[in-house]
């Protein structure tokens, strides 16, 4: 079993930036791929980013490719994603999540997922 807590979430001016950390109670944190997703109210959840186990590698949801950056550090068993040029469509509630099999951008790879913290965006 993995816990995973988020934090960082709160109120921002478009435009601005934020850095969500994802902390994760296990010692094998670096046997997981580890990702990102959001969830607008009465949207899906939508892949954001996914770092692989040693962070060597990393992909993007076209959406946030250039604005967010995904990193992880193994020692400190977190993860983060950075965001920065935020928009209003932006706004939603962030997971992290962790995956023992595949590097995938699909949510049903997943077999750990966080409570969320909320991300606002005013314009």
């Known amino acids: 079993q993995v816990q995973l807590v988020e934090s960082g979430g709160g109120l921002v001016q478009a435009g601005g930036s934020l850095r969500l950390s994802c902390a994760a109670s296990?010692?094998?944190?670096?046997?997981?791929?580890m990702g990102w997703f959001r969830q607008a109210p009465g949207k899906e959840r939508d892949f954001v980013a996914v770092?692989?186990?040693?962070?060597?590698?990393?992909s993007y949801a076209d959406s946030v490719k250039g604005r967010f950056t995904i990193s992880r550090d193994n020692a400190k068993n977190t993860v983060y994603v950075q965001m920065n040029s935020l928009k209003p469509e932006d706004r939603a509630g962030y997971y992290c999540a962790a995956a023992n099999g595949y590097y995938s951008a699909s949510a049903n790879q997943y077999n750990y997922w966080g409570q969320g913290t909320q991300v606002t965006v005013s314009s």
């Open positions: 770092v692989n186990r040693s962070g060597s590698g990393t």
């Open positions: 296990r010692r094998t944190f670096s046997n997981y791929n």
